[in-house]
């Protein structure tokens, strides 16, 4: 991953415009890439690099200079803050539905949480200098930044007021939950020290809040390093908080990016999410 990144701000080689963004229409799991025009997208493709990336896995430290900018594919990123006392706890988790450092386009400036994958996956990168280069000439792509950056807003805002008020076992069945909603599979390539990142718990209360998932059928297993899940009863479990904020940022890409059509946005927006078969909440 590292000598992937070397080597993209290393590379200064341009590629076909045209096979490349055929080839991120085609194939790109990006929502905000797929939101763009051809045109627009054909800003920013000469100059992606594709890396993936493994658990575990920082992409961005805290202190660290925004750069390069990542549009995942796939997997999963948490968004991690840094307490005086050594502890971290999650802020947002963000998937092929955003863009990591976008916020760069406001101009060179250092991040303020550290960026962990929790699940594997790839990303295409750009230099920031180039990301902000197209972003002043695209009306397109400021519109898919502006999108982005009120939907991290509103994630914020949700998981402040969900870590203030609600329980253990309601705040990590939201998080499985949105795990789920970037893993293809009822199996969640997810660690118990990883799930106590993301609640901001201890080890030991993920240990007694599984004990109690398990119970209400909501986690049928887990072991070393995966959680399997009952969506249907997980969603039974998790505060209001996952619904209400799933379904406000569902409605607005469906309703202020450009693609996909509005008909078919529902059906879109539920395989974006990787849960082709689940409706979004009304």
């Not at 890439?33 to 054909?42: I, V, W």
């Not at 493709?45 to 920082?58: G, N």
């Not at 992409?59 to 840094?82: N, Q």
């Not at 990883?194 to 609640?199: E, K, Y």
Request: glycine share 6%.
């Amino acid at each position: 991953m590292v000598n992937e990144i070397d080597g993209f701000r290393r590379s200064s080689a341009a590629r076909s415009q045209e096979s490349i963004v055929t080839a991120h229409r085609a194939g790109t799991g990006n929502r905000l890439l797929a939101a763009l025009p051809p045109a627009d997208l054909g800003l920013l493709t000469p100059y992606f690099q594709k890396v993936s990336f493994e658990p575990d896995a920082v992409l961005v430290r805290s202190d660290d200079e925004l750069d390069p900018v990542y549009f995942p594919h796939s997997g999963a990123i948490a968004f991690m803050l840094d307490m005086p006392d050594g502890q971290t706890v999650a802020t947002t988790l963000m998937g092929r539905e955003g863009a990591l450092a976008s916020f760069s386009v406001l101009g060179p400036s250092l991040s303020s949480v550290t960026a962990i994958a929790r699940v594997a996956g790839k990303a295409s990168l750009i230099s920031a200098a180039k990301f902000r280069a197209a972003f002043e000439q695209s009306a397109a792509i400021r519109n898919v930044v502006q999108v982005h950056a009120r939907s991290v807003l509103l994630q914020l805002q949700h998981v402040a007021a969900c870590n203030a008020l609600h329980r253990v076992d309601g705040r990590m069945a939201r998080w499985l939950l949105q795990l789920h909603d970037r893993v293809p599979d009822d199996r969640l390539p997810v660690t118990q020290e990883a799930l106590a990142q993301l609640v901001g718990v201890r080890r030991t209360t993920v240990t007694l809040t599984m004990s109690k998932l398990r119970e209400a059928g909501a986690v049928p297993s887990d072991g070393r390093g995966f959680v399997e899940i009952d969506r249907a009863r997980l969603e039974k479990v998790a505060c209001d908080c996952y619904s209400l904020m799933q379904r406000k940022i569902d409605r607005m890409y469906c309703e202020e990016l450009a693609a996909p059509p509005p008909a078919l946005c529902e059906q879109t927006l539920s395989a974006w999410r990787g849960r082709a078969d689940v409706a979004v909440p009304r």
